[in-house]
């Protein structure tokens, strides 16, 4: 079945670095794919809509300085978290289209210190 | 603006006993609905979908009941297991954001021996 592959599962920053979350397509190619961003006991709540060849969709109150999407290739889109902070820190999972229905990453937990 | 959202935050089962988690949602235009089962610390699980031109659609050991006029989801898991505690979330496809998922506020299943 389509796979997305996502990485780093987690990782932990100093407030003021950037942090860059990798996703990929590994059996199908997406010209869109899907940020979310869910923080505890909450839903996921979307971001931004990648697009490959092109600039990003951003979710109203998304800051597109702070998050920075590429998506490159068809099969590789990447958030990149700038001059993160705490408040920051929160579970981000991308997703994409395969030919039939969504299939998501497994997500990255992100804690900012 | 328009959201899916839940009915019950917590549901708690016994092993064996049926279950039932409930969605409604709010935009009359999705015809794209699809429940999920996120366990901790990972991304969204594909439990079944269904599309607007249906009102139920039965999959192994799940059944997705669709009520278009009262805007209504539910999610059944026949013989619940321990394995199906997580938390459910119902999705609808909505067409303004490139196609993206909009998530309800999930709930939160916990299956007791």
């Known amino acids: 079945g389509a796979v997305v592959s996502q990485h780093p599962s987690w990782v932990i920053c100093k407030s003021g670095t950037s942090v860059k979350i990798e996703c990929r397509s590994l059996d199908f190619q997406a010209t869109t794919m899907f940020w979310y961003r869910q923080f505890p006991k909450q839903s996921l709540m979307l971001m931004a809509t990648s697009n490959e060849g092109s600039k990003a969709t951003y979710e109203q109150g998304v800051e597109k300085d702070k998050f920075l999407i590429n998506h490159a290739s068809l099969t590789l889109s990447t958030l990149t978290v700038t001059s993160a902070h705490p408040e920051d820190s929160s579970f981000y999972i991308c997703?994409?289209?395969?030919?039939?229905?969504?299939?998501f990453g497994s997500g990255t937990r992100l804690t900012v210190v | 603006g328009e959201s899916v959202g839940l009915h019950l935050p917590t549901l708690s089962v016994q092993e064996g006993d049926n279950s039932i988690i409930n969605c409604a949602y709010s935009n009359s235009a999705s015809d794209y609905f699809i429940w999920y089962k996120q366990e901790s610390g990972k991304g969204p699980q594909f439990i079944i979908d269904i599309r607007s031109n249906m009102d139920k659609r039965q999959g192994q050991r799940v059944t997705v009941l669709l009520n278009k006029t009262v805007k209504h989801l539910s999610l059944q898991i026949a013989a619940t297991q321990p394995g199906d505690s997580a938390v459910y979330f119902c999705a609808e496809k909505v067409w303004n954001s490139g196609y993206a998922l909009n998530f309800g506020k999930g709930t939160s299943l916990l299956v007791t021996p």
């Open positions: 997703s994409a289209k395969p030919s039939y229905g969504y299939t």
